[in-house]
């Protein structure tokens, strides 16, 4: 079974850092584009930051870039959400996705793990 | 950028009823347009890809279609377990993505 989980989520101050990581199995991890998307009860789903297979892009959303990073190892399966300068609006649950493509630019986000709660606070 | 307007922002229906949700976008998108179903403190579920294709799994009760801007989810006989929050998303490219504002669908 494909599944993807994630940890790392926790209470923290305005200002401060925290690493998300997540773990996947079932699945060729390294072919894989990766995508972190978190909800609020605010805004609803928000993609927050991806990067594909292969380390060769990497993308996030305005309301992230240049505090958030996102890194993979791919020997341990696994991808990290660096989180710098955290915010009150950054207050989410966290979802690792995987993505898939069915070809050219199309693409869609199949597995989801259970989300892991971040509150800054 | 690419702009999503879903509505309605809330629909309540009841068992057996069919539904239908629309996301509009301000450019033409072809169908790289997607929906996903949130049940209440659960993981967001992938739906429909690519505009009218079922994911693998899901109930073929739930259909997409795509007329130019203009997207359609429709719900059919509808279910308790149909209750939650419904997104529509698009790949502007690879680089940006973005979600509707949500449905959320009350199944009384």
């Known amino acids: 079974e494909m599944n993807v989980v994630e940890s790392g989520g926790r209470v923290v101050k305005p200002g401060e850092s925290l690493t998300l990581s997540c773990k996947g199995s079932g699945f060729t991890f390294d072919d894989y584009m990766m995508n972190w998307v978190r909800k609020t009860p605010e805004k609803g789903l928000e993609w927050v930051a991806s990067?594909?297979?292969?380390?060769?892009?990497?993308h996030f959303a305005p309301s992230v870039k240049g505090r958030f990073s996102i890194y993979r190892d791919d020997g341990q399966n696994s991808v990290f959400l660096q989180m710098r300068s955290l915010r009150g609006d950054d207050t989410a649950i966290y979802y690792c996705?995987?993505?898939?493509?069915?070809?050219?630019?199309?693409?869609?986000?199949?597995?989801w793990g259970p989300g892991t709660t971040v509150t800054v606070s | 950028d690419i702009q999503l307007t879903q509505s309605p922002p809330f629909l309540s229906a009841s068992v057996g009823d069919t539904i239908t949700i629309t996301c509009q976008t301000n450019f033409h998108i072809s169908n790289y347009l997607n929906w996903y179903h949130v049940k209440p403190g659960k993981a967001p579920r992938l739906l429909i890809y690519d505009a009218f294709h079922v994911e693998e799994g899901v109930s073929s009760r739930f259909g997409g279609s795509e007329s130019g801007t203009h997207f359609t989810l429709t719900i059919t006989s509808l279910q308790p377990e149909d209750t939650g929050t419904y997104y529509c998303q698009e790949y502007d490219n690879v680089a940006h993505l973005t979600f509707g504002a949500g449905t959320k669908v009350d199944v009384k």
């Open positions: 996705v995987r993505v898939r493509s069915s070809g050219g630019s199309r693409y869609y986000m199949d597995v």
């Open positions: 990067i594909s297979s292969g380390h060769i892009q990497i």
